[in-house]
């Protein structure tokens, strides 16, 4: 079992950054993989990023490459998501996901874990 809170989100100006983390409880953390995912209104939940519990084998949609970046640090059971060059288009509630397969994932379904989300707002 793993349980996940995310922090971090909040309103910037286009172009700004923001650092979202997601803290986990269960002592299955450091052998899951961890993803983050974004909801904005009126659209599907969409893949954004995820990383391999060794912290090294990372994917990352293609909307969001070059601007965001995940890691993880396992002793602090802590997952994290740094959100740079920030777009209006980027505005969603952002969710971190926990797999306890391996492999990594952009497939909602496959993420048996799920935290509780986190606003994120970009004006222009």
């Known amino acids: 079992q793993v349980q996940l809170a995310e922090s971090g989100g909040g309103l910037v100006q286009a172009g700004g950054s923001l650092r979202l983390s997601c803290a986990a409880s269960?002592?299955?953390?450091?052998?899951?993989?961890m993803g983050w995912f974004r909801e904005a209104p009126g659209k599907e939940r969409e893949f954004v990023a995820a990383?391999?519990?060794?912290?090294?084998?990372?994917n990352y949609a293609d909307a969001v490459k070059g601007r965001f970046t995940i890691s993880r640090d396992n002793a602090k059971n802590t997952a994290y998501l740094q959100l740079n060059s920030l777009k209006p288009e980027d505005t969603a509630v952002y969710y971190c996901?926990?797999?306890?397969?391996?492999?990594?994932?952009?497939?909602?379904?496959?993420?048996?874990?799920w935290g509780q989300g986190t606003q994120v707002s970009v004006s222009s």
């Open positions: 990383i391999h519990w060794n912290g090294y084998i990372t």
């Open positions: 269960g002592r299955t953390f450091t052998t899951s993989t």
């Open positions: 996901a926990a797999r306890a397969n391996g492999r990594l994932s952009d497939l909602v379904k496959e993420y048996g874990y």
